[in-house]
């Protein structure tokens, strides 16, 4: 069981440049959630999904896109990488059939640089 | 604008002391979590406190909430240095009537414990 895991762990863009993060969970978890962090700043929610082909925005969506094709895939795009996008960022699902127990699993986080 | 507020941001201590981490939030919510995370690494759960006046203990942990006050407290009884790292408290902002659980993090408390 690997929980949640994340590719790359590492990546350097150049400004202009797109890729895709991917966030896959092994829980048959309904909901899945991408994160950025920032120093001083927390984690800011970017976008999450409820469940297999739905996405919402969170907080700070501009700049990204997301896909949910399969329930244990989360993929998070950038279509022309900014400097401002250079984060950490983390992927996180969760259960949330009984509330009473549910938080959020995270990944090992994604550290992106864009140059 | 919602927000949630850690104070302290850094708190130096030594071992065997006690000592408490504040949240305050500004909006209604009766679901709150306390996250830890080591440096260079992901987020780990250590409570989810789920209604007013929900107290959980995990070892040298206390964690508390208030919803009426808008206030979570984390509790540091006889602190060690493997407590050292960044916590984070978290609101659940999502919709009640669903099961998702968006959450608005705090910026989180570096906690360095001294021997």
């Known amino acids: 069981n690997a929980g949640v895991t994340q590719t790359p762990k590492f990546r350097v863009l150049k400004t202009g440049q797109s890729m895709t993060l991917l966030c896959a969970q092994d829980m048959n978890h309904e909901y899945m959630y991408w994160y950025r962090q920032d120093p001083g700043m927390g984690l800011r929610l970017i976008h999450y999904?409820?469940?297999?082909?739905?996405?919402a925005k969170g907080e700070v969506p501009d700049g990204y896109n997301v896909s949910r094709l399969k329930k244990q895939n989360f993929l998070l795009g950038l279509e022309s990488a900014a400097p401002s996008q250079t984060s950490v960022y983390f992927c996180a699902s969760s259960y949330s059939r009984d509330r009473s127990t549910d938080t959020q699993y995270f990944g090992p986080g994604t550290r992106l640089t864009v140059l | 604008e919602l927000k949630v507020e850690q104070n302290p941001l850094f708190l130096s201590m030594q071992e065997g002391k006690n000592y408490t981490i504040y949240c305050n939030y500004s909006?209604?919510?009766?679901?709150l979590y306390w996250y830890r995370q080591d440096p260079g690494k992901s987020l780990e759960s250590l409570f989810v406190l789920l209604s007013n006046g929900a107290v959980k203990q995990e070892g040298r942990l206390m964690a508390s909430l208030d919803t009426k006050a808008r206030l979570s407290t984390l509790h540091i009884t006889a602190a060690v240095h493997d407590l050292s790292a960044t916590y984070f408290c978290?609101?659940?902002?999502?919709?009640?009537?669903?099961?998702?659980?968006?959450?608005?993090f705090g910026t989180g408390t570096l906690l360095a414990v001294q021997p």
């Open positions: 909006t209604t919510s009766d679901r």
């Open positions: 978290a609101v659940d902002v999502g919709d009640y009537g669903g099961a998702t659980n968006k959450l608005i």
């Open positions: 999904s409820v469940g297999e082909g739905t996405t």
